[in-house]
T-cell receptor, first 108, second 116 residues
Framework: AQRVTQPEKLLSVFKGAPVELKCNYS??????LFWYVQYSRQRLQLLLR??SRESIKGFTADLNKGETSFHLKKPFAQEEDSAMYYC??????????FGKGTKLTVNP | EAGVAQSPRYKIIEKRQSVAFWCNPI?????LYWYQQILGQGPKLLIQ????????DSQLPKDRFSAERLKGVDSTLKIQPAKLEDSAVYLC??????????????FGEGSWLTVV
């Protein structure tokens, strides 16, 4: 079975501080992992995926198979980063399973 | 390109009534998903279609929920009869063939259901 765990429901940081949103997964196969973001009053949208190894809006995420983690990081948080962040795992049959989400608040 | 369209955006019904949601995926997207997102939780997959065939409906409460995707394009999700615990946002999503997207899934704005 595929499972995604985001241990923090809420995360609050000050502008300019580093931020790390944690994600751990459980999956017997080779996982494909994503971070989705939902800004206030907007639709859920893809932020980044591990296979692209890209940095989007200053965010990066590295897949650590040993620790079964895919934490999202940004060195200097901005107020516009405030949103709900969901980690997701794509497993068999292209089934995308989400974690429960972390609400990030960046304070001025 | 146009995004995933859903309607209605908001619906309030009494328990035991029925409701239907409609989804129009992005043109050319073969895979269509319906997710249920209860307040404070992540989206939960209800059903996944590949063209007009069902790939996964293991978490669909089949005694009250049904979904169809006629002609492999638009889809409807129906709840009959509704229960209070069905209050949630129902998200439709679609994705193109894997080779085109690297498995990127695009979401609609959601249909907010309140059962009173």
């Amino acid at each position: 079975a595929q499972r995604v765990t985001q241990p923090e429901k809420l995360l609050s940081v000050f502008k300019g501080a580093p931020v790390e949103l944690k994600c751990n997964y459980s999956y017997s196969g080779s996982p494909e992992l994503f971070w989705y973001v939902q800004y206030s009053r907007q639709r859920l949208q893809l932020l980044l995926r591990h296979i692209s190894r890209e940095s989007i809006k200053g965010f990066t995420a590295d897949l650590n198979k040993g620790e079964t983690s895919f934490h999202l990081k940004k060195p200097f948080a901005q107020e516009e980063d405030s949103a709900m962040y969901y980690c997701a795992l794509l497993g068999g049959s292209e089934k995308l399973v989400f974690g429960k989400g972390t609400k990030l608040t960046v304070n001025p | 390109e146009a995004g995933v369209a859903q309607s209605p955006r908001y619906k309030i019904i009494e328990k035991r009534q029925s409701v239907a949601f409609w989804c129009n995926p992005i043109s050319g997207h073969a895979t269509l998903y319906w997710y249920q997102q209860i307040l404070g939780q992540g989206p939960k997959l209800l059903i996944q279609f590949q063209n007009n065939g069902v790939v996964d409906d293991s978490q669909l409460p089949k005694d009250r929920f049904s979904a169809e995707r006629l002609k492999g394009v638009d889809s409807t999700l129906k709840i009959q009869p509704a229960k209070l615990e069905d209050s949630a946002v129902y998200l439709c999503a679609s994705s193109p063939p894997t080779a085109d997207s690297g498995n990127t899934i695009y979401f609609g704005e959601g249909s907010w259901l309140t059962v009173v």
